[in-house]
Every structure is written in C-alpha cells, then in structure tokens.
C-alpha cells in the first residue's frame, strides 16, 4: 500500500503559477507510473498529466498541455505537477494517483489508479 498526500494548492490571480506536491510513503513510486487528477464544482474527475515509473513518458490533457509540466524523483519519493500561466477553469480540487508501472492501458483512465491522495485545493481568480 502506498500513501500519497498532496500539498502546495492555495489562492492565485489568474496568469500566475503554483507547485504541487505529491509526497508518498509506504512504497516507493519506482513502482508506480503517477498522475495527477483534478475535479472541480460540478464536474467529473478528470485527467491532467502523468508520468511514467521512469519518467520516461508523458502525457497531458489538451487543456493543460503547454502550461502544466509533471516531474518525478523516485530517490525522494515525490512527484509534482508545475502550473504556469494559469486559467479560471483550472480551479479544481488536485489528487495525486498512482498506478502499478506494468499497467499498459492509458494513463487518462481514472479506473486504472489504485491509490489516490486526499486532494488539495486550487483556487485560481481573475
């Protein structure tokens, strides 16, 4: 089992940048390919990034892909999700994921992550 809790969420004009973090403990991410979920009011949980148990693939969500970069230190068992120039409709409760790193199936697929953080908050105004 693994624990993930995420961090950094807050408050911030719109075109500014915020850093989340996602610290794991229990077992180490080398195991696992990690993603970063949003849900904001009203909608559906879904898909922003996620990274490969290397880190050797990516992927995004068109709606942040240029804006949002996903990175990950296995030796320090953290991942983080890097907004920059940030949107109204990016405001959302954050989840980290992960997921074992032999699941082949795409990484967009909620169902596909068996471990999921608590969330933290972002609030992005105008």
């Known amino acids: 089992q693994v624990q993930l809790v995420e961090s950094g969420g807050g408050l911030v004009q719109a075109g500014g940048s915020l850093r989340l973090s996602c610290a794991a403990s229990g077992r180490a991410i080398r195991a696992f390919a990690m993603g970063w979920f949003r849900q904001g009011p009203g909608n559906e949980r879904e898909f922003v990034a996620a990274m490969s148990w290397d880190g050797g693939s990516t992927d995004y969500s068109d709606s942040v892909k240029g804006r949002f970069t996903i990175s990950r230190d296995n030796p320090k068992n953290t991942v983080w999700l890097q907004m920059n120039n940030l949107k109204r409709e990016d405001t959302a409760v954050y989840y980290c994921?992960?997921?074992?790193?032999?699941?082949?199936?795409?990484?967009?697929?909620?169902?596909?992550?068996?471990?999921w953080g608590q969330g933290t908050q972002v609030t992005v105004s105008s």
């Open positions: 994921a992960a997921r074992s790193a032999w699941n082949s199936g795409s990484y967009q697929l909620t169902g596909t992550y068996e471990h």
